[in-house]
């Protein structure tokens, strides 16, 4: 038995809730929930709470916590009289065990040149990987909204049981990312107010990110829910890697004017678009048979090409401990990234996914064609067709193969 299995026995063998037992020790519920959904080592603080509320010696909280090595242990069991003791003089000279004990083996199904999927739980691969060894985590786990992912995943817990077991992974992906690497979480803002609230004991804040939905149904008695959100983290001051892309200009798709005035300043805007904001309203939503690779949710290339633009460079090591479609993976392996991840469930369509991998390139290049430019080649043609000179701009010059060219803003003076 387990820490966490004897504490929550215990909890409920009492008709202890989590709110009463937490009040009980001075302590936020989620933090009990943690415990007892994962193989977490509580502190030395709780432990004595613990002891004193039910009457149980520390020592064999320690045992249970891993925080007493195999030997100490054999004490305990061959004289437990004495041996509380002898395990209080020991425990100061072992430190912490790793969260879970020793890592479970485990073998990828599938790999590349790049990179390498697990059919495992996410915790079995977080647990399996070095301390600072990820240059840039994205995760987007079940939002617990009742969905069938497969029998291996429960979609429906109560709220800090889900909060509980979303901090056990989130204190991985924390002591696997490397300092200065960056870490994205892609949440209902209902959850991610509360894993912004526990990734700031870690991490420092950088972002968050709305990511607006398209033909979202209304909820009676509730604002319309219109974004998802999206939490960027960095472990330091600052990260490594920071280039976002640039967007183009939003111009009317009716008229061929541009729908902002930017303060007036045209001659003065950036030939490479426009600067890229924490609202996100390009990014269209998977539902098309075309595009749409599993029944379950599947996020946008599109959305992945940005994260991994922002904060990775070629070579990085990106981790998606929820592979789902397997979108980071397919993004990953096109932009030359290293990338690990698991899916605890069938993983066949993101086998199937690297089969057609050209196309999956192909479809990537193509929502890649209007960045980094403030004229996208379709918004000239309408302002052509209506008479909106782009004179006032610097723009782009174009090649003949259709590449662009920057002219810088010194050239644009000179000349």
């Known amino acids: 038995m387990t820490f966490g299995e004897k504490l929550r026995v215990l909890r409920k063998s009492k008709e202890l809730t989590l709110k009463e037992l937490s009040s009980r020790l001075g302590v936020d519920k989620s933090y009990i929930s943690q415990l007892e959904h994962s193989k977490g080592v509580p502190s030395e603080r709780f432990i004595k709470k613990l002891s004193k509320l039910f009457g149980i010696d520390e020592s064999e909280w320690a045992i249970l916590a891993g925080k007493i090595p195999k030997e100490i242990r054999e004490i305990f069991y061959e004289n437990p009289v004495t041996a509380p003791i002898v395990v209080k003089e020991e425990m100061a000279i072992y430190r912490r065990k790793p969260a879970g004990g020793p890592p479970k083996s485990i073998e990828p199904i599938f790999q590349t040149k790049l990179g390498k ?171 098309h048979a075309k595009f749409k690779t599993r029944g379950a949710n599947e996020l946008s290339m599109k959305l992945l090409d940005r994260v991994v633009d922002i904060a990775t460079d070629e070579g990085d090591l990106v981790l998606d401990p929820f592979g789902g479609a397997g979108t980071t993976y397919i993004v990953s392996e096109i932009k030359g990234r290293r990338w690990v991840g698991s899916e605890i469930e069938n993983c066949r369509p993101i086998l199937d996914r690297f089969k057609r991998l050209e196309e999956q390139e192909k479809i990537l290049q193509n929502s890649r064609k209007d960045l980094n430019r403030l004229f996208t080649q379709e918004s000239l043609k309408l302002r052509k067709r209506f008479g909106h000179s782009t004179d006032k701009y610097r723009t782009l010059d174009h090649s003949p193969n259709g590449n662009p060219s920057q002219v810088s803003f010194f050239d644009h003076i000179k000349g």
């Open 117 to 287: 999927l697990y059919n495992a739980d996410c915790m079995d691969l977080l647990r399996s990987l070095s301390d600072n060894s990820v240059d840039c985590i994205f995760a987007d786990p079940p939002f617990n909204l009742g969905k069938d992912y497969g029998n291996k995943v429960n979609d429906k817990l109560e709220k800090y049981d889900y909060l509980g077991w979303c901090y056990a992974w989130l204190e991985e992906c924390c002591r696997v990312l490397k300092p200065k690497g960056s870490l994205f979480v892609y949440n209902l803002p209902k959850w991610n107010i509360h894993i912004a609230s526990f990734l700031d004991k870690f991490l420092t804040f950088r972002h968050w990110i709305s990511v607006d939905i398209k033909f979202t149904l209304p909820i009676p008695k509730r604002l319309y829910p219109s974004h998802y959100s999206m939490l960027y983290f960095v472990k330091g001051p600052l990260p490594k890697t920071f280039h976002p892309p640039r967007l183009p200009m939003e111009t009317c798709r009716h008229c061929g004017g541009e729908i902002k005035d930017y303060g007036g300043y045209k001659d003065k805007m950036n030939p490479s678009g426009i600067n890229l904001t924490d609202v996100w309203i390009d990014i269209p939503p998977v539902r």
